[in-house]
């Protein structure tokens, strides 16, 4: 929840040295927030290699807007020789490009700065990134 970023925040803020900055980038959850995607079938994403076993990589995904929640399940299944598929899901809590600026605000940053990239472009909508930086 929001409450426990902004004290996650609070406490990066504190460990950094007077005039240290918090960077991070992050993917633009706006692209999937405002999609009309809300469940996206199994989907081929590529193939890897383990131990000489070659296996398929699909995705599945699961946005739910309300809760600022991304579902992305991956399932392995091996290409041939049999086996059994291998199958694992992350949940991604996103944050929107125009919130950051209030959460770190409440976990007692003064400035907030977002681009499209750590040479600091601008943000836009074509933008694989965002970047925030942040100070105290």
């Given at each position: 929840d929001r409450m426990t970023l902004i004290r996650c925040l609070s406490q990066i803020g504190r460990m950094l040295s007077p005039d240290g900055i918090l960077a991070f980038d992050a993917y633009p959850a706006e692209i999937f927030h405002q999609s009309s995607l809300s469940h996206?079938?199994?989907?081929?994403?590529?193939?890897?290699?383990?131990?000489?076993?070659?296996?398929?990589?699909?995705?599945?995904?699961?946005v739910s807007r309300q809760a600022q929640k991304l579902r992305v399940a991956y399932r392995?299944?091996?290409?041939?020789?049999?086996?059994?598929?291998?199958?694992?899901?992350?949940?991604?809590?996103y944050v929107l490009l125009s919130e950051w600026?209030?959460?770190l605000r409440a976990a007692g940053f003064a400035t907030c700065e977002r681009y499209g990239g750590f040479d600091g472009r601008p943000f836009n909508e074509d933008a694989d990134r965002i970047v925030v930086i942040a100070s105290r």
């Open positions: 996206a079938e199994w989907d081929a994403v590529g193939e890897i290699e383990v131990d000489g076993q070659s296996y398929l990589v699909e995705e599945e995904t699961t392995h299944t091996p290409v041939s020789g049999g086996g059994a598929s291998n199958q694992y899901a992350i949940v991604h809590h600026p209030g959460l």
